[in-house]
Every structure is written in structure tokens, then in C-alpha cells.
């Protein structure tokens, strides 16, 4: 790392392509990147730009393209567009899941908007990428894209090769069924998530003794005209209503839920803690320390970052590299240049497990490796392997 495009004379001007979202936080750090490292801009082609047709992604493509996939973010618009392309998809599950019509949708801020039909318009938008670029053009590959953002998927991948997850439910589509599947492992706590959601949208931390019922969410529930409307906070809710948390599961049961055991997580300086690993051409690079005072520790929730010096040096180093051993594991069983890894150690801090993969987990703004933040490092590992493709081609 540290390296300029000076050092790339032979690659033959290699530039790059971004499909994102104009004026999103990630498009313009991976911009500001490689402005750095000496390098022309990235085109920029939106998510709606293809969905409407009015770019061919084919057309835009040179002999020394290289193509980045970025998150849709927050922009409504591409949420819309994917929830109307999602409309049309036939769903290999069948129809059991929330649908709305394209003529019904309207922006309100936060609103939790049938995340498995946007995952459905997501997957037809990048099958039609995929169709569009070769796979060795692209940084991160769209098949994987979607693996990831399907929990119940990935999670199912990652234990067929033994790698080390919490254990998981079997589907369960209500309230009900949740109680049944817990009473019948004996388990007393679980985590809940949106099969297809990101940044701790949709989730509940549940667990009960007992009658006593404690539940953890970043959802607000409103009822209007009869019905149950879904809106994700930064504020974490504490229900302590069987009744309240039972209404709450029901209605994320129509979105598509993972439900694994809730492992508890180390402690460090009064503060629960996980880690993202951020692996670069399958080698972790860029770790942070998650610090909470609640059990989700996203960091958009308003949770600090840890003293990673500190956190490694209580692990200690022969765990921790068994740790990073098992994200490189993780990490060989996809072609993407970069994946997220959250990561935990359990409360006596003897285990470890991965909690995710985030296809776009590299969102760690002035987090440097080796003096390098993470788009620059994988904007130079990109480039030193095309470097290479570009030597064993000649």
C-alpha cells in the first residue's frame, strides 16, 4: 500500500466504472480516492439510469474497464425503482411476502417498504449487469452481491464449509411458530433480521424467561386506518410487551426473516463489542471495533468505535489470527476483490464466529491500512491485478 499509479505504466490507462448512486457518501469517497492516488475520475452510471435504459452498459465498456458495483444508499428514487422493477419478478418462494403496487408507493422518511420485492427488483437489475460485463472486469461480482444480501443464504453457505456462524432457525413466517422453534431448541434468546436487510434495518434482539419478555429493535410501529406501518430508527426500543413483541414479529415476518441464536457478545470498557473486518483480495485489511451499550452495534446507530489496540491485545494474538483465519475462509468462497465480515468474540471471549458478509461493508471513512483508507486500497489492489492479467496476457 502507499503505492501511486505511477506504478502502473503497463496496464494501458485502466480506468474505472462505478454504478452507484449520484451524491451518495460512497460514490464520492471512492471518487476522492482515486483523485489521491493520481487517477482520473470513475464514470458514474446510475441504478436508474439502467433501469430506465437510458445507458447500455455494454456500450460503456473499453478493453481496460473496470467496473465497481455500489450500494443503491439511501436515495428514495432508487428504492422506488427497485421496488416497481421487483413488482414484476416472480418470487421462488411464491407470494407469502409483502407486495405493493407500483401505483402506491410515496416517500416517508424511514418507512420498512417490502424488502423482499426490492430484493427482487435488486436481482433483476444486476442479473442484467452481470449479462452486460464480463466477470473479470467487475470488482465485486453481482451473483455474490446477492448472496450476500440474502442472510438466510449466506448463513446457509458459510456452515456447509464449517465455518464458524451462531446457529440459525429454520424459516418461520409468525409470532407463533418464532415461540415453537425457540421452546423446541430450548433457546432462550435469538436474534431477528430482514433476510435481505442492511444497516440493523428490521431487526430484534428477542429473548424471555419465563413470562418476562425483553425485545431490542430499531423499529417504531404506527398504526394508521387499521394498518401496521414499519419505520427504522436510530433509536433502540426496549419492548417489554409479549403482546407489543409479537405484533412487531408478525408484521417482519411479511419481509422475510433469518432468526439465528443470539450469541452474547465480549465486553470491553463497559461496552459490548464486534468487529469489521474488511477483507481486500482475501486478506483482511481494515478492522474496526464496534463499541455498544445495546446489542446492535452498527455504527450508524450512534455506537463509538474501540480502542482496536486495546480490544487485540485482551484477545490475545493467537486467537485473534484464528479469527482472521476463519474471515479468510470466508472470503475464499467468493470472487469479490472486497467483503465486510462482522465478527464476534464470545462474553469469556474463548469463541468467534461471523455474524455476516456485507457486500458493501467498506463504508469506514478515515480508517487507514497501511496508511491507506479502504477505496484506495482496493483501487490498488484492482489495479495490481489487472497489472498482472494484463502481463500473463502479453
Same mark, same amino acid.
Given at each position: 500500500?502507499?503505492?501511486?499509479?505511477?506504478?502502473?505504466?503497463?496496464?494501458?490507462?485502466?480506468?474505472?466504472? *462505478?454504478?452507484?448512486?449520484?451524491?451518495?457518501?460512497?460514490?464520492?469517497?471512492?471518487?476522492?480516492?482515486?483523485?489521491?492516488?493520481?487517477?482520473?475520475?470513475?464514470?458514474?452510471?446510475?441504478?436508474?439510469?439502467?433501469?430506465?435504459?437510458?445507458?447500455?452498459?455494454?456500450?460503456?465498456?473499453?478493453?481496460?474497464?473496470?467496473?465497481?458495483?455500489?450500494?443503491?444508499?439511501?436515495?428514495?428514487?432508487?428504492?422506488?425503482?427497485? *421496488?416497481?422493477?421487483?413488482?414484476?419478478?416472480? !418470487?421462488?418462494?411464491?407470494?407469502?411476502?409483502?407486495?405493493?403496487?407500483?401505483?402506491?408507493?410515496?416517500?416517508?422518511?424511514?418507512?420498512?417498504?417490502?424488502?423482499?420485492?426490492?430484493?427482487?427488483?435488486?436481482?433483476?437489475?444486476?442479473?442484467?449487469?452481470?449479462?452486460?460485463?464480463?466477470?473479470?472486469?467487475?470488482?465485486?461480482?453481482?451473483?455474490?452481491?446477492?448472496?450476500?444480501?440474502?442472510?438466510?443464504?449466506?448463513?446457509?453457505?458459510?456452515?456447509?464449509?464449517?465455518?464458524?456462524?451462531?446457529?440459525?432457525?429454520?424459516?418461520?413466517?409468525?409470532? !407463533?411458530?418464532?415461540?415453537?422453534?425457540?421452546?423446541?431448541?430450548?433457546?432462550?434468546?435469538?436474534?431477528?433480521?430482514?433476510?435481505?436487510?442492511?444497516?440493523?434495518?428490521?431487526?430484534?434482539?428477542?429473548?424471555?424467561?419465563?413470562?418476562?419478555?425483553?425485545?431490542?429493535?430499531?423499529?417504531?410501529?404506527?398504526?394508521?386506518?387499521?394498518?401496521?406501518?414499519?419505520?427504522?430508527?436510530?433509536?433502540?426500543?426496549?419492548?417489554?410487551?409479549?403482546?407489543?413483541?409479537?405484533?412487531?414479529?408478525?408484521?417482519?415476518?411479511?419481509?422475510?426473516?433469518?432468526?439465528?441464536?443470539?450469541?452474547?457478545?465480549?465486553?470491553?470498557?463497559?461496552?459490548?463489542?464486534?468487529?469489521?473486518?474488511?477483507?481486500?483480495?482475501?486478506?483482511?485489511?481494515?478492522?474496526?471495533?464496534?463499541?455498544?451499550?445495546?446489542?446492535?452495534?452498527?455504527?450508524?446507530?450512534?455506537?463509538?468505535?474501540?480502542?482496536?489496540?486495546?480490544?487485540?491485545?485482551?484477545?490475545?494474538?493467537?486467537?485473534?489470527?484464528?479469527? *482472521?483465519?476463519?474471515?479468510?475462509?470466508?472470503?475464499?468462497?467468493?470472487?469479490?476483490?472486497?467483503?465486510?465480515?462482522?465478527?464476534?468474540?464470545?462474553?469469556?471471549?474463548?469463541?468467534?464466529?461471523? *455474524?455476516?458478509?456485507n457486500a458493501f461493508g467498506d463504508l469506514l471513512p478515515g480508517l487507514l491500512y497501511q496508511g491507506q483508507d479502504t477505496y484506495s486500497a482496493e483501487i490498488l489492489t484492482a489495479l495490481e491485478g489487472r497489472k498482472v492479467c494484463s502481463t500473463l496476457t502479453h
Open positions: 500500500m502507499g503505492k501511486s499509479s505511477a506504478l502502473w505504466p503497463s496496464v494501458n490507462s485502466p480506468h474505472f466504472l *462505478l454504478i452507484g448512486t449520484p451524491e451518495d457518501r460512497r460514490v464520492i469517497l471512492f471518487q476522492e480516492a482515486l483523485s489521491r492516488l493520481g487517477l482520473p475520475s470513475a464514470q458514474l452510471v446510475s441504478y436508474q439510469q439502467i433501469i430506465s435504459g437510458e445507458v447500455t452498459l455494454a456500450e460503456q465498456l473499453t478493453p481496460t474497464t473496470i467496473v465497481r458495483i455500489e450500494s443503491p444508499g439511501k436515495s428514495i428514487e432508487t428504492e422506488h425503482d427497485l *421496488l416497481r422493477l421487483g413488482a414484476d419478478e416472480p !418470487d421462488p418462494e411464491g407470494e407469502r411476502y409483502e407486495r405493493l403496487s407500483p401505483s402506491t408507493l410515496i416517500y416517508e422518511k424511514g418507512r420498512l417498504l417490502a424488502s423482499r420485492q426490492w430484493y427482487l427488483g435488486l436481482s433483476a437489475i444486476l442479473r442484467q449487469i452481470a449479462s452486460s460485463v464480463p466477470a473479470e472486469r467487475m470488482m465485486n461480482r453481482p451473483d455474490e452481491i446477492l448472496l450476500m444480501f440474502d442472510k438466510r443464504r449466506c448463513h446457509a453457505l458459510l456452515a456447509q464449509h464449517d465455518i464458524a456462524v451462531p446457529q440459525a432457525l429454520p424459516p418461520v413466517y409468525s409470532y !407463533d411458530e418464532l415461540m415453537a422453534a425457540l421452546q423446541e431448541r430450548g433457546w432462550s434468546r435469538a436474534f431477528l433480521k430482514l433476510a435481505h436487510g442492511s444497516s440493523a434495518s428490521g431487526t430484534i434482539a428477542y429473548r424471555y424467561s419465563g413470562k418476562r419478555h425483553q425485545a431490542f429493535t430499531t423499529v417504531d410501529v404506527v398504526e394508521q386506518a387499521g394498518e401496521l406501518r414499519l419505520y427504522n430508527t436510530r433509536r433502540i426500543r426496549k419492548l417489554e410487551s409479549q403482546h407489543e413483541i409479537a405484533r412487531l414479529v408478525d408484521a417482519l415476518c411479511h419481509h422475510r426473516l433469518h432468526v439465528e441464536y443470539w450469541i452474547p457478545k465480549a465486553a470491553f470498557a463497559n461496552r459490548i463489542f464486534d468487529m469489521r473486518v474488511v477483507m481486500i483480495g482475501g486478506e483482511p485489511m481494515h478492522t474496526v471495533a464496534r463499541m455498544s451499550q445495546s446489542p446492535m452495534t452498527n455504527l450508524h446507530l450512534l455506537n463509538q468505535r474501540g480502542d482496536l489496540a486495546a480490544i487485540l491485545d485482551r484477545i490475545g494474538p493467537e486467537r485473534w489470527q484464528e479469527a *482472521l483465519t476463519t474471515c479468510k475462509r470466508a472470503a475464499s468462497l467468493f470472487a469479490s476483490l472486497y467483503i465486510g465480515v462482522d465478527l464476534l468474540f464470545s462474553s469469556d471471549y474463548r469463541y468467534h464466529a461471523i *455474524l455476516e458478509l
